[in-house]
Structures are given as C-alpha cells and as structure tokens.
C-alpha cells in the first residue's frame, strides 16, 4: 500500500477531501503534520481517523524545518502533500528528498500569480479565466514542474466567493487523481556513496563512489532513509541524493573538491550484479517490501590531476569497457550542479524484432557466403550447399531459427569439424591418410591403452559433458578443462569467470549430475610490460589488464562458488596478445550410484519436460559459439560479451543437488555455447526428438526475437529432462530454492527437433540431418620444414653476459619463472577443507600439483586425487609433436613427483591452435594442419606407452587476431599450444610429496643425462640457442614407476620437477620452503640451467643412499642440504633469500 | 548425555556448511543442514536446536558488503527468533562470512544506535588465503574456554576490524569490548590491518563467537602447511566447548 504524508497550514479542505478519498484509493494518509496550532485540519483529520502532528511554525526557519524532517524521519511514506501549506520550504528541506517527492496544488493556472491569495489577485485583476495547477515542488514559489492544469471561466456575476468555490471545485475533483497517478508512475531516482573518511580509500589517487539507479513504481522519498539502511555501512560510508547540497561539503573533506569524475555503469543489458544484489536487498526492506525495483548501478572516480579530456581518453582504457560500459565524464561544475541529471539515463535494450524470416538460398555462392558472414553463422560454403540441398529435397526454405540452429549446431566450436575432418597430411616421414585426428590418435589412443592395460576404472569417456573415471569404493570422479579465449580477448573478467563458472556447469551437467569439488587455471598471456614502449594494438587489451582482468575472474568465480582453486599457471608469450588462452578446468565427485541408478547415466525418455533451470535469456552471449569460430576482428558483435553471476549459479546448484538426490529429473546438461539450441538438441539425441516453445521461455527483458531465444548463452542455465510425474515437486524445489524452471515442452521420438514460438511452428530439423549427415571436411596438411614464426613485435633486448650468479637469480625473475603467490593466495584453495596440498608452502616455494582428499566428499579414508598440468609452447617453435610430448611429460610428473601413482592416472587435452583452414588471411594453413596433426602423433604415441588415457578434452582452432598496429593490418596468432591436465590416484595423501627439503638431506638429480636444453636462459642472455631432444615414452614410464615405488618405501623427503630454468632453478625453489641452502655439485652450464624431459629433482635421507641407488638406476647424487641459508654451486655463492627476492620480485 | 543438536545454515552463497556441520558430527553431535529458506518458512525452528552456526561464504554475493544482505534478510524475517535464540542461552558460532553476517546485525554492539564496529576490506582491498597463528585471551566466550593458540587457514576480503569515529572513539570502543572481556581472539601477526589484530569477538552474553579465521577447516593434521606446529586438538577443542556447555547448561 502506498503511503502519503499531507502538511497543511488552513482549514484543511483540500486535506479533508484527499483523506476521505483514500479510503476508496490504493494508497494511506500516515499522518497530517501541521505548523499552526487550532489549524481547521487538525479537527478534521482526526474526526477521520488519521494521526496529527503538530510542528508550530518557529521564526527561524531552518530549525522548524529540522524538526518536520526529523518527524517525517520515523514516518512511513511514498509522497508529501503540501495541502494549503503557507510556508515556502527551504531548498536544504526539498534536497533531502529525491526530485519531485513533494506535490502541491496553486489556486492559478501557473507560471501567472504564484504566492498567497492568487484566487483573490487574478478576480482583482479581472481575468477572463483561471484554474488550479499541480505541480512538484521545488525551491522557488511555485516553480517546480507542472504536472497537471485545470481551467475554469470566470462569469459575468462572480463574486470573489464564487469565482474561488469554481476554483475549489476544482482542486477537489482533480488532487486526489493526481496524487494517485503519481504515486504509481514509474520512477528513476538515484543515490551516491561515499566513504566516510579519507582513511578508508584504497588508492587516494582514483577515490571511488558508487552510484545507484533506482526505478521504482512510484516514487520513493525516502530513498536516503532506505539506502542508508540498505546498501551502505554506516561506519565506513555515507549516502547522499545526488543534488545534496551537504554533498560538495563531503567531497572536501575527502580532498576530491575541485576534481574530474568519471562515471563507469554497465550497458543496457549486461549482467550487473551489483544492481541485481541491492535490488534483493532494498525490497526486504518494509519501505519496498513487495515492490517491483529495478537498479542500475555505477563507480564514480575522481582523479587527480586529470583533465576531462585525459579522462574520457584514459577511461576506456583503465576503467571501462566499450563492450560493457558507458561513461560520463564531467568536471568538478557539471557535478556540483545541483540539477546533475536533469533527464535520467535510459537502460532499456533494444528491441528485436518478433517476425520468424525466411532465407531463400537459391542463390550465387558469393550471396550465400554473404548471408554466412552477414548473419555470423561461420558457414562454409560446403556446408552452405548442403544446407541447400536438405531445403531443395524438403521443397521449402529455412527459417532464421533453423539456420541459426545449424550454425551453433555445426559451429567448430561444438562440432569439432578440424578434428574430425579427413586429412591428407604429408611431412618429411611421407604422406598419409588420416580420418579425423580425434578417433585415430585421442580417443585411438584412450580406446588402446584401456584395452592393453584392461582398465575398468573408467566410467564415461568422450561422450559425456566430462570424463568420469571411477575412483574408490564410493565415489566417481569427473573432470573437464574449457578454454575462453575469445571472450576474454574482449573482456578479460567477463570472459574468464563465465570460464570458470561454464565449466563448473560441464561438472554440474555431468552424468546425473556432478558436484564440482575443485577448479584449475592455467592463462597464457602476453608478458607485462610488453607495450611499455607505448606500442600496442588499439584493439587490444594491454597485458596488465588482461592479466588483473582474467585472474579476478578466476578468483570471483571459483570464491564466490566456494570450489576451491587449487592448480594453474601463468605462462607468457608475445603470442598471446591477441587471443589470451584462459583454460578452466574443474574436477567434481558422483555417488557410483543414486537412488539406484548408475551416476554415469543419462535416463531422458520421450514425453519428459525438457526444462530449463537456472538464469532467464537475454541477449547476452548471442553468436558466441559461431563467434569464436572465426578470428577476433572489427565488427565483432557486442552480444558476445558476458559477466557471469557466481549467486544464481551457486543457488542453482544448491537446488539441482538437492533435486538430483531426490530423483527428481531423469537427466541433465549445461547451457553453454548455443544455449537451448545445443542443450536440447544434444539432449533429445537420446530420446529422439524434441519439441519445444520459446515464447515460454523467461527472459530478462522483452524483445528478443525467436531465434536469439534460442541460441542465446545467458549464463547460469542448466537444461533437465523432468518426467512429468515428477514436475510438480521439481519446480516447487526449485521455488523454495529461488531458481527459475520453466517447462519449455517435451521430449519426443519422432526424429525431429521441432521449435514453436506462441504455438506457431518456427522451425523443424531432423536429427539426422542436424547431427550425423553432414560429410567430414576434407583437408590437406604440409610440413613445411622452412618455416617460421616471427613475433609480431620486437622483444626486448637479452643481456650480452652475466655469471653464473646473476643467470640463476634473472632465471627466477624472469615472467614464465617468477612467483604468482600474491595472485594465486587471491584465490581460495581450501574451502571444503579437503586441500591436502596448496599452491604455495607458507613460506612461498611452489607446489607441482594440488592434492585433494576424498574424505571430506563422501569418499575413502585415506586416498585423494593428484591434480597436475604441462604445457610447453616453446617447444612448438622447433616441433609440435615433441611439444605434444613435453606437455604430456610435464603435466605426469608434476603428479608423479607429489606422489601420484602412475598407474592410476588419466588425461585431459586442450588444444589452442592458430587458424588451420584456408583463408585469405592465412597463407600457412597447410603448415598449422600439419602441426597440429603431428602433434596428435606425438600425443598418441606420448599417452599410449604410458598407458595413460584420455578422458576428456577440447580443441580452439581460431586463435588468430587482426588488428592494425603501427598503421599495418597485422596477424597474431597463438603458438601452437597444448594444454594437458593430468589426474592422479593418491592412495594415501599422508605420502604427499611436497617441494621441501631438510637439514642434512641428500640432493638428487632423476634423469637429465641426454642433451639439454637451457631454452629459458636463452631468452634472457644471448648465444644459448640450442634444440629440444626427446626421452623415449618407454624410458619415462619406467623411470617414474620406480619413483613411486620410492615414494611408497618412504625415501623420498622432498622433491621437484625440473623445468622452466633448470635444476638450480629447482633447486632454489625448494629452498624457499625452509629456508635452507645448499651445495650443489653442477659445473656445466647446460646441467644448471638446462631443460628437458622426465628430470625431477628429490632430497633423501644420507642412510637411504644405498637403497635409492638400487631403486633408481638414473639417479645422481649432486649435493646436500645445508644447515644454514647459504647457496653454492659452481665456485658462486648466495643466500635463499637473494632467490627468494628475486623469484618475488618486478612489481608483481 | 544429551544429544546436542546444532543448525547449520546453509544456501544463497554460503559455501562452508558441509566441513562446518562435520566438526561438529565428529564430535557425536546433531548437525543439520538448513536452508535459509527452510528457516524462514518456519521461523521458530531455531528452537529445536542448542546450537546455531553460520557457516563462512559469499553469502548474496556479498556485492554491496559482505554479509549485509544475508543480515537484512535475517533482520526481516527471523529476527525476534534470534534474540529469543539468545535470550534462551543457545550458542552461535559466525566463521568469516557467518561473522560478517553477525556483525552486521549489530550482535557484538552493547548499545543501541547506530553500529559502532564493521569488517572491512583488508589493508590490502584484496582478498588472501594464507594460515595464521591465533591466540585467544582470557574472554567470557564459551566457545574460546581453555584455548591458548590455534592455527587456522584466513580466506577473506573483508576481514580488518574498524570502529567509528574519530581515533579517540576508536579506542573507547575497543577499551569497551575488551573490558568486557568479548574480545574472543587475536591474530599473532597483523594479515589484514584489523584493530588491535582482532580476530574474533564474542558478544555481552559469551554465547556467540563471530571470527574470520576457519576452526572448521583444521581439523585434520594432513591440512596443516608443514610450519604449524599447533595440530587439531586446539580447533576441535573450539567446537568441544560448545558442546560441552550445551550438556552442562541446557
């Protein structure tokens, strides 16, 4: 109900008649507040029920005024009625609440007689007609904006008693409408907020405000009371309507008066959790209680020493993104405008239009390549005449929907078309014929090696959302790595927490459905510092930005989730300025069975709902799918663009938990790339068929056209199959639990996947058609032995020499080396309490791998899982197929250095590859296809002799930007880079190995008696430049199954895997951990500094000697442990310290 | 003995509610996991249980303040409860964002008015994840009864203790609280800029314990980073008392 406060001075007629009308009216008189004592009102008022306060007019008008605020303070209401109230109100009264809360009625048709007795004046002065206004209120005499007006005319026989009952009249029939209208028309208001002290501010130089857009039915005077109670903390801040004018008082004081401000608000559209969050907040307030809010939120900067100009130059460069945000900027007198917004912004999105269109493809192939590119559906031509021929044998034409569901559908990123073409690859071994790189080498490999070895462990692989392996006697464990590469290019926190959280989807969607228990990171960026010389693509984030931006949302989405993060790595290389790689990975846990039902099953049959659950459908994430198929370019749509909401997913998967555990839906998946169009398209495979109407489906705002209905990507969307016995305590749950599921329409097993919109069919596709006909690409792919990567732009200058000192020390402050503590403590890594093995020793020396405990989620006593990773894109440059096999190395013995058993292990691939195909823009396709094929050769073999499968994996094949950059169009393209994850069985995690050492200990070095390679070294100081050799596969299995066997007879105390930087690299970085030094028996640079397969560094017990001599053949005992914080190696001389210093040194 | 049932609350961003209701299941208590929601339906439900913990998280995403939605919410909906809950002698225990929630109902103030107190953003506006000592003081805090040090892993953003005012007022209001003995818990070493290092607090009765740290997360000795040389007695200890004082007092 709504709430009026009426103030009168008279006899209160006009009072009397809104009273009594709001008896009948949809909104209260909480009270009459009155500044003359015996005032006719009073009686009034109280004859009819309503409270009257009495506030007796003062001389001093600001204390009168203080006493009617304080007043109205603790009263309750939407409007104040100033109903013959003979006091004009100060301008510090009328600011303290939002524009336009007071209305009054004038006895004349302003602007003509304002003031007192203006029926009497105008009659005096002979008029011919008169009226009533009403208006707000403002600190002029009756100059506020005029709402409405009404006429009457004066006749012959007036008296002055006549002429003001006609005018009387009149203020009686049309306040009280008034008053009604208004207190139910749409409302924008907005408040600032500041800190309360200079004291509380982060950076003093860029001083940060908030802002906050509140749209409410009606409007809301006490917006100030509300906020002050909801959205701040009173101890540390202070909110202010915007036109206070104690809010230029308040700048002072905090030394911003005088300066530039910029405002940073997200676009129309774009998810501002923010704004979601207060908007929840202010209606479980009693003053909102029940309404409909609406907010839009905003940062406010002020900085100094910046002009307005420096500032609308700096600021999308700094503090916004022209893909997210809008910005005003004004100068310090544009803010202390007391009118600062005079007309409000506008949020709404726009429309799209509701028409299904048809497309006629019996057209040239330039026009179809045309309506391919115009409309973003990443077609080619191929394709495009295959889509012509269904439509041509069908006799009629496809609709936008159907197209766009093509698209998504056959999209690289969902189709894995590179992967499953027919290749004719030749290299300098010959030429042969490969059908898809996918079925020969990785699932080749995984189908071999389960065969050979006769694992039964493995429970669901390539066939599901992610892997499933089963892993004691209690529990499944799943995993899947994502990448979100495109996204990221455009906006790095956006793209990297719908990473993060898209994959937790994966694990949530997994089987019946999985509860993600831990997340993975891995990000290549270019290296910071590289546009220090001011030279950087306009286009392109600058590195430092993309590496703040993706890793808060790595932090948000895995904190704000509570899945702890417990793996990654930062890499960094030039390459990588176009297209960040940002890997997500997340590993979840299933009951081998639930409600007796195999977890790893998907149950789905015709005539259950096909339901979605979760975030409603914007426009957010259009073409993301068909988007990230090509290379990042001008005229990239801006829909791609998304911020993830940690909240809605996180309820969500409270709910489907709960419901899974309760057999309440009989399957599930993700929405993730092609929204509802992928989601049930994949899921109605199994059944058959599928029918579903969009009109149904809620959204965020309205205007979306039927096709963006269904391949939008808004976040936080699961799609279930819920049979229909079973929906009514479904989405009852669901209720409870604050998430939305809507029943779209059914499964079916007609074949056909048919889409409605209000009942009308808008598109109907056979699956067939859709999923299995469309031929394999036919590639051919040729080494090219001569060629070259060149960067993009100069890399800056190596050292001519330096010692042996100096190498080691620049080796640990160099990018791919350096610590990330200080980012990676940012993200939680122990919530669940089941983290056995952190990132970082307290004392800041690196683990290899992270280590989980199965207890705590259900599983066995004593066992956990091993989670590794390895990339080595350097490596590509000379070979892509001995990268294939560093990466594999590297990820397998970081898990078997902490204790992971190498018999109990599976692997995860994720390819970032530049664009293979053929294209204008890309002359050395044939070259990157035979990378990439050689590269699967390598993995195959790699995977195979360990005997360790793959349950999992993804490929990006369009890693490629244009931009200009230093007045050229110019190419960056990614090396050629694999990511592989590996997990790993612990059976004990009291065995975990950690990279530490202790007093009087044993060094050994494990491998790293064949060529090495100081490749990291060889960045940094010049005439290092030497090749990558190879171990064989046979050779690492057994080195690492004879390590293990070390770890199970409790020899080994401490270890590290060699890599980046060599052994004294390692070395060092084992030191940290106590801060002990050590002498170490190396002399030959490339043994100190050289990198290569399968080496592993360990500490030992002096009196096991003997026996680690006889476990391990390759073994080589080169040093001790010292007792002090010395380091010595080849005649140089340090402490831990100098190592420490510098591995956390530059201004990380 | 008396079974001692406690009320773990869990759902819109709370994310430690499983380990939390663990600590106590270990200890032979009744721990069950309630949804805000489920105790909003049906308010008095508090009643059934002696204990009531609100477990750490992002609860609401914290993106206005940590914990201040979560408090309106409950401000709205099952405030009378919550007093009663006190009033009754039962025990709440607020980890992190359980004690950001805490603290901005105003549970640790011994005035009525405004707030006098919050959990800010750390010194460092960043959030950290990193095990620190604790050493609890002599308090009227059940919950910290017989405990010398802990340690236990921080995970927060907003973890620096502030009072209002002017410096004088700061320190009226921290000499207030700790002669009242509800300072429950220091850090040993200064991670995040609160006050005086406080970690943990307790309110005029001593029957609720608000801290940052996570006892929860530390009880199993293979969690412990190698340095600590406190193992999980001390944390478990923390949970002990409160059950010990249930059966004795209720």
Avoid at chain 1, 807 to 835: C, F, G, M
Avoid at chain 1, 923 to 937: F, G, I, S, T
Avoid at chain 2, 44 to 62: A, M, N, R
Wanted: net charge negative; glycine share 8%.
């Amino acid at each position: 109900m709504k709430k009026i406060v009426i103030m009168a001075s008279g006899n209160g007629s006009n009072a009397e008649e809104i009273i009594k009308a709001s008896l009948d009216a949809p909104f209260k008189v909480s009270a009459v507040i009155c500044d003359v004592p015996g005032a006719g009102v009073m009686a009034k008022a109280q004859k009819l029920g309503i409270k009257t306060i009495i506030i007796e007019k003062t001389k001093d008008q600001k204390s009168h005024e203080d006493k009617i605020l304080k007043t109205l303070h603790d009263l309750n209401f939407d409007l104040v009625v100033l109903a013959g109230f003979r006091r004009l109100l100060s301008s510090n009264f009328i600011a303290s609440f939002p524009v336009n809360s007071i209305i009054n009625i004038h006895p004349s048709i302003l602007p003509a007689y304002p003031g007192l007795n203006s029926y009497e004046r105008a009659f005096k002065d002979g008029v011919k007609s008169s009226g009533v206004t009403i208006h707000y209120v403002d600190e002029g005499v009756d100059t506020g904006e005029i709402i409405e007006q009404h006429h009457f005319e004066r006749k012959d026989n007036d008296t002055l008693e006549t002429f003001t009952a006609r005018g009387l009249e009149l203020e009686h029939k049309n306040f009280c409408k008034v008053i009604q209208t208004v207190l139910f028309q749409k409302r924008l208001q907005r408040v600032e907020i500041y800190p309360v002290k200079l004291a509380l501010i982060q950076n003093p130089e860029i001083v940060v405000g908030r802002a906050f857009w509140i749209e409410t039915k009606g409007p809301c005077a006490q917006l100030l009371k509300l906020t002050s109670e909801v959205l701040i903390d009173p101890v540390v801040e202070k909110a202010f309507l915007h036109q206070d004018n104690t809010l230029t008082d308040h700048l002072s004081s905090l030394n911003l008066k005088g300066l530039a401000s910029v405002e940073v608000a997200f676009l129309p559209g774009v998810t501002d959790n923010t704004a979601t969050s207060a908007g929840m907040a202010l209606i479980k307030h009693p003053i909102l209680r029940g309404s409909e809010v609406s907010v839009h939120s905003g940062n406010i900067y002020f900085q100094k020493n910046k002009t307005v100009s420096d500032l609308s130059k700096e600021a999308y460069l700094k503090l916004a993104n022209p893909w997210l945000h809008q910005v005003l900027v004004q100068d310090s007198k544009q803010f202390n405008k007391p009118q600062r917004f005079k007309t409000n912004p506008k949020f709404e999105v726009k429309l799209s239009s509701q028409e299904i269109k048809t497309y006629d493809l019996e057209v040239s192939d330039d026009a179809l390549m045309g309506l391919s590119k115009e409309n973003l559906w990443a077609l080619n031509i191929e394709e495009l005449h295959f889509i012509r021929q269904f439509y041509r044998s069908s006799k009629r034409s496809p609709t936008d929907v159907e197209m766009e569901v093509i698209a998504q559908t056959w999209s690289e990123h969902c189709k894995h078309k590179i992967f499953a073409a027919d290749i004719e690859h030749t290299d300098h071994e010959g030429t042969r014929k490969i059908k898809s790189i996918f079925k020969t080498f990785i699932k080749g490999a995984t189908t071999k090696i389960v065969n050979d070895r006769k694992i039964d462990w493995t429970r669901s692989v390539f066939t599901d959302n992610a892997g499933i392996v089963r892993w004691d006697k209690k529990l499944d464990v799943c995993i899947k790595v994502e990448t979100h590469n495109s996204p990221s290019a455009l906006d790095p926190y956006g793209g990297s927490l719908t990473g993060i959280l898209g994959v937790n989807r994966d694990i949530l969607g997994c089987g019946t459905g999985a509860l993600p228990i831990a997340n993975t990171d891995v990000f290549c960026l270019p290296p910071e510092g590289a546009d220090a010389d001011g030279l950087w693509p306009s286009e392109l984030h600058g590195p430092r930005r993309l590496l703040e931006g993706v890793h808060k949302g790595v932090q948000d989405g895995g904190n704000k989730s509570g899945i702890p993060t417990v793996n990654g790595a930062f890499h960094y290389h030039l390459s990588y300025a176009g297209k960040p790689l940002v890997y997500c990975g997340t590993v979840g846990v299933l009951p081998h069975s639930i409600n007796g039902i195999e977890s790893h099953e998907k149950n789905q049959k015709p005539q259950d709902l096909v339901v979605m659950v979760g975030g409603r459908i914007g426009k957010d994430g259009i073409h993301g799918a068909t988007f990230s198929s090509e290379e990042l370019k001008e005229g990239t749509p801006s829909t791609v663009v998304q911020i993830g909401d940690p909240l809605t997913q996180k309820r969500m998967t409270d709910f489907i938990i709960r419901a899974r555990d309760l057999g309440l839906y009989s399957s599930i998946t993700d929405n993730g790339a092609g929204g509802l169009s992928s989601s049930v398209g994949e899921m109605c495979q199994l059944t058959g068929g599928a029918r579903i109407d969009l009109a149904l489906a809620p959204v965020k705002y309205a205007g979306l056209a039927p096709f963006e209905l269904m391949i939008s990507e808004s976040q936080e969307r699961m799609t279930c199959a819920v049979p229909k016995d079973k929906w009514a305590a479904f989405s009852k749950l669901a209720h409870d639990f604050k998430v939305e599921a809507t029943a779209l329409g059914e499964f079916t097993n007609d074949g056909n996947l048919t889409v409605y919109y209000n009942e009308k069919k808008v598109g109907e596709l056979p699956l067939n058609f859709l999923h299995e006909d469309l031929p394999p690409m036919q590639l051919k792919s040729q080494w090219d032995p001569n060629h070259r990567r060149s960067n993009w732009k100069d890399e800056p200058q190596k050292l001519k020499a330096a010692s042996l000192k100096e190498k080691a020390l620049k080796l640990l402050a160099s990018p791919n080396i350096r610590s990330h503590e200080k980012w990676v403590r940012q993200y939680d890594h122990e919530v669940k309490a089941a983290t056995v093995l952190k990132p970082f020793s307290p004392k800041g020396a690196p683990s290899d791998a992270g280590v989980i405990a199965m207890k705590p989620h259900g599983g066995g006593e004593h066992n956990g899982i091993v989670i590794s990773s390895g990339l080595a894109p350097q490596v590509s440059l000379q070979d892509t197929k001995m990268m294939a096999m560093y990466s594999i190395d590297e990820a397998v013995r970081n898990a078997v250095v902490t204790g992971a058993d190498p018999e109990r292990m599976v692997l995860i691939d994720n390819f970032c590859w530049p664009d293979p195909l053929p294209g204008p823009r890309n002359p050395d396709y044939a070259h990157k296809l035979a990378e990439l094929v050689r590269c699967n050769e390598g993995l195959y073999e790699m995977a195979t002799v360990l005997g360790m499968p793959f349950v999992s994996g993804k490929d990006s094949m369009k890693n490629d930007a244009i931009v200009k950059f230093q007045g050229k169009e110019t190419k960056i393209s990614v090396l050629p880079t694999l990511l592989v994850t590996c997990m790993g069985h612990i059976d004990d995690i009291k065995t975990v190995v950690k990279t530490s050492y202790g007093d009087g200990q044993d060094l050994w070095i494990l491998g790293g008696t064949e060529e090495l390679n100081p490749y990291t070294l060889s960045t940094l100081v010049e005439g290092y430049k030497k090749p990558w050799s190879s171990v064989a596969p046979e050779k690492l299995i057994e080195r690492y199954r004879a390590y293990h066997q070390c770890i199970k007879k409790n020899l080994i105390r401490g270890a590290h895997d060699v890599s980046e930087g060599g052994a004294v690299v390692a070395f060092l970085e084992m030191a940290m951990h106590s801060g002990l030094g050590f002498d170490l028996d190396l002399k030959d640079e490339s043994q100190l500094f050289g990198e290569g397969m399968g080496m592993i560094v360990f500490a030992a017990l002096k009196s096991d000697q003997a026996r680690i001599k006889a476990e391990l053949k390759d073994a080589r005992l080169i040093g001790t442990v010292r007792k002090d914080s010395c380091v010595k190696f080849a005649g140089e001389e340090m402490t831990v310290t100098d190592a420490l210093n510098a591995y956390r040194g530059g201004n990380l | 003995m008396k079974n001692v049932k406690v009320m773990v609350l869990a759902g819109e961003g709370i994310n430690c509610e499983n380990e939390s209701a663990e600590a106590f299941r270990r200890l032979g208590a009744t721990a069950e996991i309630k949804f805000v929601h489920e105790w909003q339906a049906q308010p008095k439900l508090i009643h059934d249980y002696h204990i009531l913990v609100i477990p750490g998280g992002f609860s609401y995403g914290d993106e206005l303040h940590s914990g201040q939605i979560m408090a309106l919410d409950l401000k709205y909906s099952v405030n009378e409860e919550l007093t009663d809950f006190i009033n009754k002698k039962g025990l709440i225990l607020g980890v992190c964002n359980g004690f950001q929630v805490l603290m901005k109902l105003g549970i640790f103030e011994n005035h009525n008015g405004p707030r006098t107190m919050t959990l800010f953003h750390n010194e460092s506006f960043k959030f950290q994840d990193r095990w620190v000592n604790c050493v609890a003081p002599p308090s009227k805090c059940v919950w910290t009864k017989n405990i010398q040090t802990m340690a236990l892993p921080a995970r927060h953003g907003e973890g620096r203790i502030i009072f209002a005012g002017t410096d004088e007022d700061q320190a009226t209001h921290y000499n207030e609280l700790s002669e009242n003995s509800q300072i429950a818990l220091f850090y040993t070493e200064d991670i995040n800029g609160s006050y005086a290092k406080i970690a943990g607090l307790t309110d005029k009765t001593g029957q609720v314990l608000g801290l940052m740290p996570h006892p929860e997360a530390a009880l199993e000795s293979w969690l412990y980073p190698e340095h600590v040389t406190c193992d999980p007695t001390t944390p478990l200890q923390l949970f002990k008392n409160a059950i010990d004082h249930v059966q004795e007092h209720l």
